[in-house]
């Protein structure tokens, strides 16, 4: 059973960096897309960007400018950067398998780390 | 940008059938998922590929998708169904992954 993990800091302040990592376990990051995504408290979800286990990424065009997503397969994690935070950046962020090619769905995602962006 | 609308709100009696509609622009030629969210948990893959079921999802949970809309139903609701639900797509036009609006499904 692969289960994902998200870790980082829960509090960012504003124009700040915001860092998180998944941790995967249970199997391996090597031969899947791997999708971060977020939910501001009480609203929908957003998908913030996929990198596959090679290294190549694919962000949302509303978030492009400030997303970097990297993964580390000797720890079987991936990790995002979200660079100049505001409070609209506040939000519940999970990690989740993406099955992309030819598939478009997550089928495992953490358990999920609010982030909460305020001075 | 491509956009998927749901109902805000669906109620439905115990042992009734809920059906939660997912709109957008051609939906039925992309493939659509939906999940399930209880407050204060993580989504959950109900149905993918438009009609397929996860193991492990109940054989109440089924899925259709044609023309601009996709469906998710659930026959026989019961009081363990009542979440919010979230229909899902990747539109390869913006190469981005789309979330319906969400809804809130109510067992009375």
């Known amino acids: 059973q692969v289960q994902l993990q998200e870790s980082g800091p829960g509090l960012v302040e504003p124009s700040e960096t915001l860092s998180l990592t998944c941790t995967v376990s249970?199997?391996?990051?090597?031969?899947?897309?791997w999708s971060w995504i977020r939910q501001p408290p009480g609203k929908g979800l957003e998908w913030i960007g996929y990198i596959y286990y090679s290294g190549s990424t694919n962000y949302n065009p509303s978030l492009k400018s400030r997303v970097t997503i990297s993964v580390d397969t000797s720890k079987d994690q991936f990790s995002l950067e979200l660079s100049s935070v505001t409070a609209a950046d506040t939000a519940v962020y999970y990690c989740a398998r993406d099955l992309h090619t030819g598939h478009y769905y997550f089928d495992y995602w953490g358990q999920g780390t609010l982030v909460t962006v305020s001075s | 940008s491509y956009e998927l609308t749901q109902p805000p709100s669906v109620s439905v009696s115990p042992g009734q059938t809920a059906s939660i509609t997912c709109s957008g622009d051609k939906l039925g030629d992309k493939f659509a998922s939906w999940y399930q969210q209880k407050p204060g948990q993580s989504p959950v893959l109900v149905i993918y590929e438009d009609t397929k079921r996860p193991s492990g999802i109940p054989e109440r949970f089924s899925g259709s998708n044609s023309g601009n809309t996709a469906t998710l139903t659930i026959s026989g609701t019961q009081a363990v169904d009542e979440a919010d639900y979230y229909c899902?797509?990747?539109?390869?036009?913006?190469?981005?992954?789309?979330f319906g609006t969400g809804t809130k499904v109510t067992v009375l």
């Open positions: 899902q797509a990747w539109d390869s036009s913006t190469a981005c992954y789309v």
């Open positions: 249970g199997g391996s990051i090597i031969g899947y897309y």
